[in-house]
């Protein structure tokens, strides 16, 4: 297959994602109708009276689980839930002590009210910082009749401790029968197609959005490994509402009197951050500033939620502060983790190329800005431009990133202030999201390719870099096969004008990875779907285009095999050195090409170089192979301690 041409395309897939029957009312989340084909692991009709997996949520929940034969579904007993003083009450099922991490489970149920009720079926679990986690897998259990759940999916990691799944809402006694669990078929991801970011891998790089929920789901990361993992773009875990903590910054002002100093926490990124470091896939972080996913306290007297907007001056002290310690706690906690990029500020134009209207976050239809409200005007982007400029680690481009970013007036205004700010050195890059939409026809999508290509035109004239950060493309809802058909044809045109812009681009990030994740999947807009297949949108963008060997998916990305630090001459004669003392070949030297070069000697199983990485580590007397002193050279030169490499001194 070396360089052949992909000219193969597929015939839509489209899986039936909801199962849906009349009686009882059926509520399906995720679900899946291949979990018929699963292994039942865990089967309770309770009419052996045993309900002893079944639990209350602990501390105060006042809950009693008993046998009950007042209702049931099957048989002549069920579980019954009494004593809910409080609407967060059980009854709960503990996952992690029965079933195994990184396997997908389906979970299906019978639940009734004793009277009308109204009841959500949920998910916790306690992340490694302690801290407990909380979502939601179906809401509106609502109803007096039996209501099901069925075939909901539910995964987790081993750094996960105290799962469960629980029915919750109301304080009214509910019944539970016909409580399954099965273990979905293991699905192998298709490996005889090419790995996208391998198609690309001389023109850009390409990743994907992604969130901590994927990473149980061992098909979502061995597409995410085969195909995006030339970066990653936290989906929500990196936006100012889950890294700012209002407990601490109210503390720390308490203790100081100083409250221009935000405190923040990375505890919701973390499971995803340690991924990327273990994989060696470079981060963009989304975002620094932005009207949503912000919350209103930020902006208010002693952080509090309904006092006083703080003034300008305060606020600027607040970004600063916060745009510091986001960089510096990132770089602490992940030295060797390559935060390549950034978007600085997020969706401050209006597609009329006018600031935000001043307001809190969700007021306006979610478009008002609470920093518009403080500054008065978008004076806020250059400033949280310079302050980025100043904290953000080497390596570390900034974006500015928006959407409908091809509509004139945003386009005409984003173009003016990224001229501006690159003339003063604080830009890099725009982001273009790209959330498009194929509609029904090549015609009617919105926006057409040409403009689409001409906005592509004009940020390149600006001669900054280029990254298409959130890309997805709609179908029409209920897509059919011939929607599939435009999908993939507007996927193309859109990609094509990509790939003739290839110099000025140096990412193109899809929005997720499955269509069933999307935060749009009612409208299947990626390039798999939920059964993990590939989509005609897939092999219409590759086609045309050389693809390298296909080979399965590696357990690391392509750049860091799994081998030891192979360092006979054997494998690397034909190599040349491309940059002395770059061991992790990301274009310089620095103190992360010493980490590496330990790691690799210290755990190869875990960490290994490349071969390119391997020529180069071999810095401080080359020949002898990749050694300690090796990463002490790159330490020295680190310290200015010695100024080049070779290191003559030792
Ligand atoms: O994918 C994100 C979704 O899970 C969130 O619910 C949503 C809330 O705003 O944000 C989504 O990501 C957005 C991104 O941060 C900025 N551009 C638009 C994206 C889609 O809404």
Redo the contacts with the bound molecule.
């Keep these: 297959m070396k360089n052949s041409k992909f000219t193969r395309y597929a015939a839509a897939v489209l899986a039936a994602a909801m199962t849906v029957s009349a009686s009882p009312a059926v509520y399906a989340a995720d679900g899946d109708s291949s979990a018929s084909a699963g292994k039942v692991v865990y089967s309770f009709d309770f009419e052996d009276g045993d309900v002893s997996a079944f639990c209350n949520r602990g501390e105060n929940d006042t809950t009693e689980i008993s046998v009950s034969d007042e209702a049931s579904v099957s048989g002549s007993k069920s579980l019954l839930a009494s004593g809910r003083s409080k609407d967060w009450n059980g009854p709960a099922f503990r996952l992690d002590d029965k079933l195994e991490p990184y396997t997908e489970y389906y979970i299906s149920a019978k639940i009734k009210g004793r009277y009308y009720t109204g009841a959500t079926f949920s998910f916790q679990f306690t992340n490694s910082d302690g801290e407990t986690k909380y979502s939601n897998l179906v809401q509106n259990l609502s109803g007096s009749d039996w209501m099901s759940v069925e075939n909901v999916k539910v995964s987790f990691t081993d750094e996960m401790t105290g799962v469960y799944v629980y029915f919750e809402g109301g304080q009214d006694d509910l019944f539970i029968d016909d409580f399954t669990v099965t273990e979905a078929p293991a699905v192998e991801i298709e490996q005889d197609i090419p790995g996208l970011k391998d198609v690309f891998a001389n023109d850009f790089k390409v990743g994907t ?1 992604f ?1 901590p929920s994927g990473l149980s789901s061992k098909p979502t990361t061995s597409l995410l490994e085969k195909h995006f993992s030339g970066s990653i773009t936290a ?2 875990e990196m ?1 100012p509402d889950s890294v700012l903590n209002q407990a601490a910054c109210q503390a720390y002002f308490e203790e100081t009197g100083d409250d221009t100093v935000p405190q923040i926490s990375f505890s919701a990124a973390k499971p995803l951050l340690n991924y990327c470091r273990d994989k060696n896939i470079p981060v963009r972080i ?2 620094l500033v ?1 009207h ?2 912000t919350p209103d306290w930020f902006f208010k007297e002693g952080y509090t939620n309904d006092d006083e907007w703080v003034s300008k001056e305060k606020m600027l002290k607040r970004m600063e502060n916060y745009i510091k310690a986001y960089f510096e706690e990132l770089v602490k906690l992940y030295p060797t983790v390559d935060f390549y990029a950034c978007d600085v500020v ?2 401050a134009w209006t597609d009329q190329g006018t600031p935000r209207q001043p307001g809190e976050q969700g007021s306006g239809g979610s478009e008002n800005s609470a920093w518009v409200q403080v500054f008065g005007d978008n004076s806020f982007i250059e400033s949280a431009f310079t302050f980025a400029r100043k904290y953000a680690p080497e390596g570390c481009k900034l974006y500015y ?1 928006d ?1 409908n970013e091809y509509m004139d007036g945003k386009l005409n205004a984003i173009c003016e202030m990224a001229a501006d700010f690159k003339s003063k050195g604080i830009i890099d890059g725009i982001g273009m ?1 790209s ?1 498009l939409d194929a509609r029904q026809s090549l015609d009617s999508a919105f926006p057409s390719v040409d403009m689409y290509n001409k906005a592509l035109d004009k940020y390149s004239e600006l001669g900054l870099d280029i990254q298409i950060t ?1 890309l997805d493309v709609t179908t029409p809802e209920n897509p059919t096969e011939a929607d599939f058909k435009v999908q993939a044809d507007y996927y193309k045109g859109i990609w094509d004008s990509i790939y003739a812009h290839k110099d000025n681009i140096s990412a193109v990030v899809i ?2 990875i499955t269509d069933d994740g999307s ?1 749009r999947a009612k409208k299947y807009p990626l390039l798999f779907d939920a059964e993990y297949k590939a989509k005609p949108a897939f092999y219409s963008i590759i086609d045309g285009h050389d693809i390298p060997d296909i080979r399965p998916t590696d357990p690391v990305p392509t750049d860091k095999p799994t081998d030891p630090v192979p360092t006979d001459e054997s494998t690397s004669s034909s190599v040349e050195v491309s940059l002395l003392g770059d061991a992790n070949c990301d274009g310089k030297v620095s103190i992360a090409d010493s980490t590496a070069i330990l790691q690799a000697l210290g755990n190869p199983d875990k960490y290994g170089l490349s071969l390119q990485g391997t020529v180069n580590a071999d810095c401080c007397d080359p020949g002898d192979g990749v050694l300690p002193s090796d990463a002490l050279a790159i330490q020295k030169i680190d310290a200015k301690v010695i100024a080049s490499l070779p290191d003559i001194t030792a």
């Design positions: 959005a969130t989906g929500n936006k989304h975002t932005w949503s996913q997020n969706e990133n959407y999201q959330h959130e929005w997720g935060w």
